[in-house]
Structures are given as C-alpha cells and as structure tokens.
C-alpha cells in the first residue's frame, strides 16, 4: 500500500495527538481509555473532515476547478471544514444545507457552523430535509458549468473512496504513534456516519494487518445499512488502493446504532451526559451529533462489560464542537452562583 502516490494538499495540524484519558479511565473503573484528537487538526477548528479534503481538494486543484460544491445537514460540521479549505485554497464554494432537524433556534440556523461558513465566504443555500442532496449537487454544478465555471463536487461528509484515503492515512498515523509509546491498542471506537472515516480507517488498519477491530457508533442509520454502507465504502477504498480483491471482509466491519435515538441530530439524555462527563473529567469538549453520540455509546459498553478492565480503547474524537453553539438549550446547566 502505498499512500504517498495519491495527490495531497497540507491542510491539518497532523499528526494528532493520542492521549490517555486518566480520570475518565478511573471514574468508569476501566477499560484504560485514551482519546486521538481529530478534534485538534486545526483548520477552521478542526475535525475529522480536514483529513479528506487533503486529497478531495488535491483532486479538485488536479482537475482544474476553480469552484467546489458539497452539502450537509444545517450544522455541518464538513460543510465548513470544507469552506474553510476552499478559501485557503482560492477556490469559490457553494454549500447545500439540508433541514434534517426542522429546528427553527435562530442558533441552530444561523450559529456555530452556519455562521463560520459564512464567515468563510462560502454562499450558503438551503433545501428541505429529506431532499436528493446529490442530485441538487449536479443540478448546481450543471448551471455553474453553464456560466463558465469549473466546479468540482464533494459527497456529503467527503465520504468517497479518495476522502476516506484521509482515514488510512490516520490508521497509520495511530499505529505509529502506539508503537511509539509501546501501547497495545485492542479497540478504536468512534462515531460514524457518512462511512468514510470507519471505511478509511478499517482499510488502513487490515492493509497492516495490525489485528485491530473498529467499532462505529451510528448516529443515522440502522446497523444493517450502515455496516453495508462502511463495507462497501472500504472495499471500494482497497480497490482505489490497489490492494487485493478480497482484502475487507464483512467481519471487519462492525457498528453499533442503538444510541441514536429519535433521529439525525436530535439530541439523547446519553449524548448530555456524555459530552458533559467529558467536560467535567477531561476538559475536552465533544460534539451533540457526533462525538457525543459516540461516547455516549461507549460509556454504556464499558457499563455492559463490554471491553476488558486491562485492554486499551481509542475514542477517535472526530472534532464538531462547535455545533455546541447551535444547540445551546440541549444542556441544562448549573446555576450561577450570587
Ligand atoms: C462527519 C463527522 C463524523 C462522522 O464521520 P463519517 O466519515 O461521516 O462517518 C463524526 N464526527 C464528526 C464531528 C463529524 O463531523
């Protein structure tokens, strides 16, 4: 396997750091818990998404576009690491927004993400949930090709088999860094939605051989569809790789999607709890639709006995607080004092 032969563009603080979380580790009486800060990659605030766009935009920038197009839900957090790249890169960006929530907070609407695109330059339109976002995408790019420009379109969450090049190279990043400091890591777990950050990361991970097992916690769609949508992802990844034909197999792919509840974006009693434990344990921020999700799932695992007093977990946090901002009445919070 070799990832240097596929176009690049810096964009991210990398390599990220792998840190224990101690306190987190003895509140929960074990597994020993350790946390990789895709959170801190930097760009625009950071998250998981700078790592892909390093090669999507490094393949808009070889085709020539001058302009580049992508969508997601209102809060995205891809959306705006991608208005953010575009504008370092000198590229115009067009952002389709998907109402998945219906919420109507002027927060949730127009802060956090929302606003950072903006502020990024991007132009911002706005379609109902539950809309074709790709084929809005096309219809988009068809009329900026009909006014002369080159637009170059990015799936939603940058999920492709060239984005999820992003997450093999974070697999090796991982794996270097445990054999650094001499640590055997017998899980990963983080959240997954559009599938290009579990599909990168269980390719990077079977490529080495390195016998590590990924756990996705879904926060969209049910289990059967998006270990489907991870599997397919990553076999489509290893071949873009050149790796054999039969290198992923269904018992790589694994996700658990009982802590999403009522739906996309819509916050859980588990998801409070756990982005406050964090907070509060680890002055570490995590995210209301992703990460929190995510370690929502894995506090409850570790309840059920799931992982072993003695092995070492890895939560990938893949960044998103600031849609923290766009979900201010989601968290009731301590009083103030006189
Ligand atoms: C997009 C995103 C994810 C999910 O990654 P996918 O590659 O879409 O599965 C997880 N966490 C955060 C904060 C995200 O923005």
Redesign the pocket.
Known sequence: MNLARFPRVRLGHMPTPLEPMENLSRHLGGPKLWIKRDDCTGLSSG???TRKLEYLMAEALAQGADTVITQGATQS??ARQTAAAAAKLGLACHILLEDRTGYTDPAYTQSANVLMDKLHGATVSRRPGGADMQAEMETLAEELRNSGKRPYVIPG?G?NPVGALGYVGAALELVNQASEIGLRIDHVVH????????AGLVTGLVALNSGIPVLGIGVRAPREKQEANVLALAQRTADHLGLPKDTIRAEHVRANCDYVGQGYGIPTQGMVDAVKLLAEKEGILL?PV??GKGMAGLIDLIGQGHFKPEENVVFIH???AVGLFGYPSAFDLPAEAA
């Open positions: 998250g998981n998404k957090n891809h969450g999920s959240a997954t939605g559009s599938a290009g950050t579990q995210d992703y990460s893949t960044g998103g």
